[in-house]
Structure formats: structure tokens, C-alpha cells
């Protein structure tokens, strides 16, 4: 049978989806259009890192993915997670970069009145990407709306700094931002950008700090909102580690800038990645020390590009010695900061029990695991070929080791399975390929 098809007006989730399709296809079509007047500008002898398609792709991809992730995001707030909204406004404001590169890249070539004011906007808007994943990671805790609005302000002050008191050198024509002389260096400039840096490593220290007190969703949430919050400062290092590195190490600007700008969309990617899916604590715990990580390498790639520029004169063998030491030393406190902290959080999510089961010998373990996966008395008897009485007798200095002393009403066996569990005990079918 046919159904009639009536008119009137989409409302509830039919309407939520079909505003944001329409949404995801203006990004689409804004992100084109930037990208076909830089290409235009390119094909008319204007090159530069703007003009370059690995960039122009890496931008407008992301902001795209972005807009796609809000779309698939529930439109009801899940807890603290961060609103639909609030990612389709990430979304716009990475592809507003390009926008006003686009824009600013027309004025320049034709002359217009207005290009002190669109390149001006667009030197500060490098800002607003990165600051944008920290109001969603911000969100995402128990804060008070005035921190988060004291935390856009100093923002806001720092882009108006950067666009109004610096002066461009022609930025288009093979001089990109990330080569120092680009701009002319004032101290209200230099303010502006400890602002953002100063800024940027607050919002992170909140993050870190709800993430040590808080337990169970809240501390997954704020571990989510840790990372999404830490890669803001990473943003801002490459950028500044780009030009310290370019006149010691011979970095390309134009190639430091692509980097710089697949760098950019990537994160805001991953940041917004990061707060909507439902993590695990263990989960969470591995994605904060992929991002410790990532500092890592960056400081390993700025640093080392530092070391062999200055080092150059001294010759190829006394500059590959300190760049590998240099490598090792960033590694091993990469492992050390990842495994502090991942241990931090477990420790305070863990039961007490947990904390205390390396007490226990090996064959109470063997015990311990099958009674977590549920086993009987007879059948751990049964499958680690003991006698009932001797399995009685390895549950009692269980729950003595693990400090459950027999009250009325607790269950002392399911609360040793827990301890088990909680702390990454193996399975049934491990317990009996060790004991065969």
C-alpha cells in the first residue's frame, strides 16, 4: 500500500538532521570556494604556503570532518559532552582561517582599500582554531560559565593585539608567517602571543587538575577534556618552534607552513574526536599519553633541528652525538611523564585491594582469577587439580591480603573478584595455559 505523502512543516529530529546536512553542505561549499580563488591567485604567479593544495586541503578536510562528527553527535547534552552546536562553531571557525586567507590573498592582488584589515584578521585568526577546542574541552567540566568567559576574553585581547598592532611585510609574496621576519616584532605583538600561551597552558592545568579529583565519568570526561585542551599549546609551540628552528636549521618556511596547517586541521580533529566517542578509563588513560607523545616528537623535531643548525660549524659527528642524546633524553621522559600519569589515574579509580595484589603468590592469583570468572569452589578445584579444602584455605589468605575481614551482609568473594578485575586480571583460558 502506498503511503500519502503530506505537506506541512519537518519538525524534531528530522529537522535537527536536515539543518545539519545543510550545514556540513555550506561548509563544503564555502571550503570549495576558498580553494578555487587561492588556486586562481596561485595560477596567477602568487605562490605561497596559503596558495599550496596540500594546505587548502588539509583546512577545508577538516573543517568538513568536523561539521560531519556534529551532525552524527546525539543532539541532547550527554552529560558534559560537548553540544552540536558548539562543534559545528569549531567547524566554522578552522574554515574561516582559510576564508580569510582567500579574502586576504584577492585584496592584496587587486589592490583594494581593504587589505590592511583582511590580512590583519587573518594574521590574528590563527588563534581561534585552538582556542576553540579549549572552550569545548573547558565545557566539558564543572566550571562556572565566568571562567570560560574570562578564558574567551583573554583571547579576544590577544587576537585584537595581534591584528591591530602588528604590521604585515607583504606576506603573500614567499614570506610566510612562520619565518620571523614577516612581521614587524612589537612588544604589544610579543604580549599578545603570552597571552595565548599563558591562556592555553591555564585551560590545560584546569583540565589536569578535574581529572585527578574527579572519579569514574567525570574523571573519563576530564581526561578527554585534557587531551582535547592539549592541543592548543601544542599548536602554538610548532608555530613558534617554526620560526625559531628556520634560520639555525634551514627549515623551509613554505614547507614549515603546510606542516603547520595540516598540523592545525588534524588537531582540531582529533580534539573534537576525542570529547564524543565513550571512552574507557584505560582508554582515555592511552590517549592522554599519545598526546604526551606528540609533544615529544615535536620537541624532538624542533629541538634536534635547533642543535644541528647551531652545532653545524663543529662538524656532522659532534652534531648527530647531541641530537641523539638529545632524542633519548625526550624519550625516556616521554615514558616516564605517560606512565606517571596513567598510573595517577588508575590508582585513584582502583579500589584499595587492587593497590595490593602483587601480596598475593601465584597459585592465589590462579585462585583469584577463576573466582572473577565466576568458578565454583569444585570447579577451581577441578581445573588447578587441588582439593576443596586447599582452595578454601587459599580464599581465606586472599581476603586476608586483601584486607576483607569477614562483617555481616559483605560478600568478601565478590569483592575480591572485583579487585581482581579492577586490576586487569587475566582471563580463564591464560589462567590454565600458565598452569599447564
Request: net charge positive; charged share 15%; hydrophobic share 55%.
Amino acid at each position: 500500500m502506498k503511503r500519502a505523502f503530506r505537506w506541512g512543516p519537518v519538525t524534531g529530529p528530522a529537522r535537527a538532521r536536515t539543518a545539519a546536512a545543510a550545514f556540513v553542505a555550506l561548509i563544503m561549499f564555502l571550503g570549495l570556494g576558498a580553494a578555487l580563488a587561492l588556486e586562481w591567485a596561485r595560477e596567477s604567479g602568487v605562490v605561497s604556503y596559503l596558495t599550496n593544495p596540500v594546505g587548502m586541503i588539509a583546512v577545508a578536510g577538516s573543517a568538513t570532518v568536523i561539521a560531519v562528527l556534529a551532525m552524527r553527535r546525539p543532539g541532547g547534552e550527554d552529560g558534559r559532552r560537548p553540544s552540536p552546536a558548539l562543534l559545528r562553531a569549531e567547524s566554522a571557525v578552522l574554515l574561516a582561517y582559510l576564508v580569510l586567507a582567500a579574502v586576504a590573498v584577492t585584496a592584496h592582488r587587486r589592490g583594494w582599500s581593504v587589505t590592511p584589515l583582511s590580512v590583519s584578521l587573518w594574521g590574528a585568526w590563527w588563534i581561534a582554531p585552538p582556542a576553540g577546542l579549549q572552550v569545548i574541552a573547558l565545557r566539558m567540566l564543572p566550571l562556572r560559565r565566568s571562567i570560560i568567559s574570562v578564558y574567551v576574553a583573554v583571547i579576544a585581547v590577544a587576537m585584537v593585539l595581534q591584528a591591530l598592532l602588528s604590521e604585515p611585510q607583504d606576506p603573500f609574496v614567499g614570506v610566510p608567517p612562520a619565518a620571523p621576519q614577516a612581521w614587524v616584532r612589537a612588544l604589544p605583538v610579543d604580549i599578545g602571543a603570552a597571552l595565548v600561551l599563558l591562556a592555553s597552558i591555564a585551560a590545560c592545568v584546569v583540565c589536569v587538575r578535574d581529572a585527578v579529583r574527579s572519579s569514574g565519568e567525570d574523571r573519563v570526561r576530564a581526561v578527554c577534556a585534557t587531551v582535547c585542551a592539549s592541543i592548543a599549546p601544542l599548536v602554538f609551540i610548532v608555530c613558534v618552534g617554526l620560526a625559531v628552528a628556520r634560520e639555525p636549521g634551514q627549515v623551509s618556511p613554505t614547507a614549515g607552513s603546510i606542516a603547520y596547517l595540516v598540523m592545525l586541521g588534524f588537531g582540531c580533529v582529533a580534539g573534537v574526536a576525542v570529547t564524543i566517542r565513550n571512552l574507557t578509563l584505560n582508554s582515555a588513560g592511552r590517549i592522554l599519553a599519545a598526546a604526551v607523545s606528540a609533544y615529544a616528537v615535536v620537541a624532538v623535531v624542533i629541538g634536534a633541528t635547533l642543535v644541528a643548525g647551531l652545532l653545524a660549524p663543529a662538524g656532522s659527528f659532534m652534531s648527530a652525538v647531541t641530537v641523539v642524546a638529545l632524542t633519548v633524553g625526550v624519550v625516556l621522559l616521554t615514558w616516564r611523564v605517560a606512565w606517571a600519569l596513567t598510573a595517577r589515574l588508575e590508582e585513584r579509580d582502583s579500589p584499595d585491594p587492587a593497590r595490593r595484589l602483587p601480596d598475593l603468590s601465584a597459585r592465589e592469583r590462579e585462585v583469584l582469577a577463576l573466582v572473577a570468572d565466576g568458578a565454583r569452589d569444585a570447579e577451581i578445584a577441578r581445573v588447578l587439580f587441588l582439593s576443596e579444602r586447599t582452595v578454601e584455605a587459599h580464599l581465606r589468605r586472599i581476603y586476608q591480603k586483601l584486607g576483607l575481614e569477614p562483617e555481616p551482609g559483605r560478600n568478601r568473594r565478590w569483592l575480591a573478584a572485583r579487585a581482581w578485575i579492577a586490576a586487569g586480571g587475566g582471563s580463564e583460558a591464560e589462567i590454565k595455559g600458565n598452569s599447564g
